[in-house]
């Protein structure tokens, strides 16, 4: 069965603090691993999506990066409304459009 | 393109009552998949229509079926109403087997 573990659970960072948000997961054949954003009362936003180990992708202060057994969200200089909880997914190679979630890192950024 | 809508928004019911919950997916998008978010559990699969057929579910009780219609669009439906089932249901659309984008969500209250 497809396993995602993110940590920390909860992040209180100041404002132009950097940190990382880990995922670590276990899959039996990895087709992505994918970053969501998801603020209070609203469905997930989609982030990036990393298929390779050495893989890195970047967005405005967010950066994704992949190895054979987990990824990291960094966040560079983070301000108040990167404050969200992010949320690690995985999609097995083979079969299905399934995607197994991890519980989330909950970041809240202070100005 | 119009992201992906779910109605209705907000829902209250009674244990032992069903209820039915509808996804538009994103224009051009032919699979959707259904997500059940708690505090508890996270995001966990509920199950997956492409072209109208169920491709995938999830480990959830046969009270929680679904169907998707010519036009893409999708109907979840839960019977006999537990208290356990109070939870955000999510709706994704793809296509295939690329990212997933997420609705705003569906909040049922079970009473």
């Known amino acids: 069965e497809d396993q995602v573990t993110q940590s920390p659970e909860a992040l209180r960072l100041q404002e132009g603090e950097s940190s990382s948000l880990n995922c670590s997961y276990t899959v039996s054949g990895l087709r992505g691993l994918f970053w969501y954003r998801q603020d209070p009362g609203k469905g997930p936003e989609f982030l990036f999506t990393l298929y390779s180990a050495g893989e890195e992708k970047e967005k405005e202060r967010l950066k994704a990066t992949l190895t054979k057994k987990e990824s990291f969200l960094h966040i560079t200089a983070p301000k108040p409304e990167d404050s969200a909880t992010y949320l690690c997914a995985v999609q097995a190679a083979y079969g299905n459009n399934r995607l197994a979630f991890g519980k989330g890192n909950q970041v809240v950024v202070i100005p | 393109k119009a992201g992906v809508t779910q109605t209705p928004r907000y829902l209250i019911k009674t244990r032992g009552q069903q209820v039915t919950l509808s996804c538009s997916p994103i224009?051009?998008?032919?699979?959707v998949s259904w997500y059940q978010q708690t505090p508890g559990q996270g995001l966990q699969f509920l199950f997956e229509y492409f072209s109208e057929t169920q491709r995938n579910k999830g480990n959830f009780p046969g009270r929680f079926s679904g169907r998707q219609f010519s036009n893409s669009r999708s109907e979840m439906n839960v019977s006999t109403l537990e208290l356990g089932d109070s939870a955000l249901y999510l709706c994704a659309s793809s296509e295939r087997r690329h990212e997933q984008f997420f609705g705003p969500g569906t909040r049922l209250t079970v009473l």
């Open positions: 224009s051009g998008h032919r699979s």
